[in-house]
């Protein structure tokens, strides 16, 4: 084998490794950004019936200690919260959003599919909280 034939080589095993390591790097970056959080709808995955999964942000101040996010555009199926929480005015307090009770009080979102107007409904037993509620769900056919 002459020097050139093992340079030769050498140049395709080298240019078969970086190729590898780009291909890598994509999937890598891909895996990382598939847990963003956006108020843009997009696909997440597939739901048990293999419908596509969608996913949404939403984030609202209440006016007082309840209110609704109207989700009526969103032409949802199944659908449901999957993380969220109200941030309290002073901005230092997180509470959970899913029915929690304490002996004060208690603070809830939930989905409601009722028709003409399916919305989130909200609690807060602190007035004038933001709430931060990520959904996911699938489209009606």
Known sequence: MTFQDLSKQ????????????????????????????????????????NKDLYEISFYQALNGTSGSIDISDLNADQCFITEGFYEISDGVTTLPICEYISATGYNYAHVNKGIPSP???LYCNIPNPMVFITLRYTKKS
């Open 119 to 121: 919305n989130i409904d």
């Open 10 to 49: 050498l140049n395709i095993s080298v240019q078969s490794l970086q190729n590898i390591v780009q291909v890598l790097s994509a999937a890598f970056s891909e895996i990382e950004g598939s847990q963003h959080y956006s108020t843009a709808e997009h696909i997440v995955g597939k739901w048990i019936d």
